[in-house]
């Protein structure tokens, strides 16, 4: 390939910063100076700790201070945070919720992708590489009723563990759509299975990786945001069973009732797969 069409990690990360930055509607839970002063005063102490435990020495401390400056420098932020943190806030902010399970949403969502009715292909190449892949599914609230126009919004990496508006060369909603159920809840969604993810070894989140002798893969994965009138959204990501790294994601996001037993499909290409989805009341 012509290498400047190479995907890097600097050139992913500034898009996933971007991409942040302009959605992020600031502020407002920085104005709790107690509870900011707690957290931060905690997140310090918990740093000090390790200090005294481990003798950090200065060589440990400026090669963490060179880390950190290069992590913002290639824009890893969102990749950093979503990949060693973000499952433990997704755990605390979900813990009451009975409908379906949720799990991280990472660095790579984008709003309002391209909208389809009920029976969808999602945007792909003409030669899109991969198994075609028909997901369907109903949602229905807590208490069973079927939700009609809710919103199914999926979003995923190609057979070569791409994503498009992150990676170079791709169409810009390659693999990006939301879909509206229909009068029963029901959608059906075609598209072709996602390759394992493996986090850019060129960047700081590779080169941490790297040196703590840690492997860099997420499985396959499909993204979710699901979402109905009255009802919470629900954000959450579904993996294939037997898949690579489905039982050591680095990511931490998989839980037992997101993964997907796909089996060949009944029109005899590619394979086929239910999953229905429960929506807590707002
Ligand atoms: C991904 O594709 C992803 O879903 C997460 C959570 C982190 C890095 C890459
Ligand atoms: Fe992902």
């Not at 050139?11 to 709790?32: I, L, N, V, Y």
């Not at 931060?40 to 200065?58: C, Q």
């Not at 892949?133 to 208490?143: A, E, K, N, P, R």
């Not at 290409?269 to 429960?278: A, I, R, S």
């Amino acid at each position: 390939p012509n290498p400047a069409e190479e995907a890097t990690a600097a050139a992913s990360g500034a898009a996933a910063t971007e991409k942040f930055r302009s959605r992020q509607h600031t502020g407002s839970a920085m104005a709790d100076t107690k509870r900011v002063d707690t957290l931060a005063s905690e997140m310090l102490s918990a740093v000090h700790d390790i200090i005294r435990r481990h003798k950090v020495t200065y060589a440990e401390y400026d090669a963490l201070k060179a880390w950190l400056i290069q992590v913002g420098l290639d824009g890893e932020w969102p990749l950093f945070l979503d990949v060693w943190v973000e499952h433990v806030v997704e755990e605390v902010a979900n813990e009451n919720r009975q409908g379906s399970k949720g799990t991280i949403e990472g660095p790579y969502y984008v709003p309002d992708s391209p909208s389809f009715t009920a029976i969808a292909t999602l945007p792909m190449r003409e030669d899109e590489p991969g198994t075609p892949l028909l997901f369907q599914g109903q949602v229905t609230s807590v208490d069973g009723t079927p939700l009609a126009g809710a919103k199914v919004e999926m979003w995923h990496a190609d057979a070569n563990g791409l994503y498009s508006q992150f990676a170079p060369g791709l169409p810009e909603w390659n693999l990006r759509g939301t879909v509206l159920t229909d009068d029963q809840g029901n959608f059906r969604i075609h598209t072709k299975e996602p390759a394992p993810y493996q986090i850019p070894t060129d960047g700081s989140c590779g080169k941490l990786i790297a040196a703590a002798g840690w492997h860099a893969w997420r499985p396959a994965h499909l993204h979710l945001k699901v979402s109905a009138p009255g009802h919470q959204l629900i954000t959450t990501q579904l993996y294939f069973r037997g898949g690579s790294h489905v039982e050591d994601d680095i990511a931490s996001a998989v839980k037992p009732e997101l993964v997907l037993d796909p089996a060949p499909a009944a029109s005899g290409t590619g394979n086929e797969v239910t999953y229905d989805f429960v929506l807590d009341r707002a």
